[in-house]
C-alpha cells in the first residue's frame, strides 16, 4: 500500500528543547492528520492540515502542510515531559477524488524527554 | 462519555484456536476500522467499514475476518489464530467525511494479543 515515511524514528531530548519531525509520501495527499499516541493508549489526533502550505498551531504544537502536497510537519516549542509518547502522521488514500476510507499511517516518532 | 471500547485488552492464546476481538463505539460513527500496530511498522491497517453491511480489506487483511452487523459494533475475527498475529491491536471510529476527504479517527485503548 502506500507508504509515509517519518523521521527520525527515536528522538531523545532535554526538557525545553524544542522538536521538529516530518512526513513524506512519493504520492500527493489531500489531507495530513498527526496523532499522538501516549504509552498504553490508543493515539489522539493533535492536528489536522486540509490545503497545502496550511500552518496550523494547537498550544505549543505547529504542523505545517507542505506545498508539494508530499510531506508535513510537525513542531513542538519548549517540551515538557508529558510530550512524551510516539507521534504519527496520517493521510487519507483518495484516488480519482473520492476517499476510500482508507488511512495510511507513518512508522512513528518516538519521543523522549529528559527531565 | 463518547468512547471507543475493545474487548479484550490483553490475551494470550495458542496456535489455531479461533478468538474474537470486540469493538464497540458510542458515538453513531458510520466508519470504523481495525489496524495493528508493530514496532518500526506503525499502525497498518486491516479492515474498515463505511456503514452496516459494508466491509473492506485495508493493507494486511490476510488471517482476520470482520463483520458490521450493527452501526456500533465491529469484531475482528482470528479464525485461526498464527505467532506472526502477536501484536497490538486497535479499532478505531469516525463520522466520515467525503468532504474533507480524510476521517478524523477517534481510537480505542488498544488489544495486545500474544499468540503462542
Known amino acids: 500500500g502506500q507508504q509515509l515515511n517519518q523521521s527520525p524514528q527515536s528522538m531523545f531530548i532535554q526538557e525545553g528543547e524544542d522538536v521538529s519531525m516530518n512526513c513524506t509520501s512519493s504520492?500527493?495527499?489531500?489531507?495530513w492528520l498527526w496523532y499522538k499516541q501516549d504509552p498504553g493508549e490508543g493515539p489522539v489526533l493533535l492536528i489536522a492540515l486540509y490545503k497545502a502550505g496550511e500552518l496550523t498551531s494547537n498550544g505549543r504544537l505547529t504542523a505545517q502542510f507542505g506545498i508539494t502536497r508530499k510531506d508535513s510537519f510537525l513542531n513542538i516549542s519548549a517540551s515538557i515531559p508529558s510530550d512524551v509518547g510516539i507521534y504519527f502522521c496520517?493521510?487519507?488514500?483518495?484516488?480519482?477524488?473520492?476517499?476510500?476510507?482508507?488511512?495510511?499511517f507513518g512508522q512513528g516518532t518516538i519521543l523522549t524527554v529528559h527531565p | 462519555e463518547a468512547q471507543v471500547t475493545q474487548n479484550p485488552r490483553y490475551l494470550i492464546t495458542v496456535t489455531g484456536k479461533k478468538l474474537t476481538v470486540t469493538c464497540s463505539q458510542n458515538?453513531?460513527?458510520?466508519?470504523m476500522s481495525w489496524y495493528r500496530q508493530d514496532p518500526g511498522l506503525g499502525l497498518r491497517q486491516i479492515y474498515y467499514s463505511m456503514n452496516v453491511e459494508v466491509t473492506d480489506k485495508g493493507d494486511v487483511p490476510e488471517g482476520y475476518k470482520v463483520s458490521r452487523k450493527e452501526k456500533r459494533n465491529f469484531p475482528l475475527i482470528l479464525e485461526s489464530p498464527s505467532p506472526n498475529q502477536t501484536s497490538l491491536y486497535f479499532c478505531?471510529?469516525?463520522?466520515?467525511?467525503?468532504?474533507?476527504?480524510?476521517?478524523?479517527?477517534?481510537f480505542g485503548a488498544g488489544s495486545r494479543l500474544t499468540v503462542l
Open positions: 496520517a493521510g487519507p488514500i483518495n484516488a480519482g477524488g473520492t476517499s476510500y476510507g482508507k488511512l495510511t
Open positions: 458515538m453513531n460513527h458510520e466508519y
Open positions: 504520492s500527493i495527499f489531500n489531507t
Open positions: 478505531a471510529s469516525s463520522l466520515f467525511s467525503s468532504l474533507s476527504g480524510a476521517n478524523v479517527l477517534t
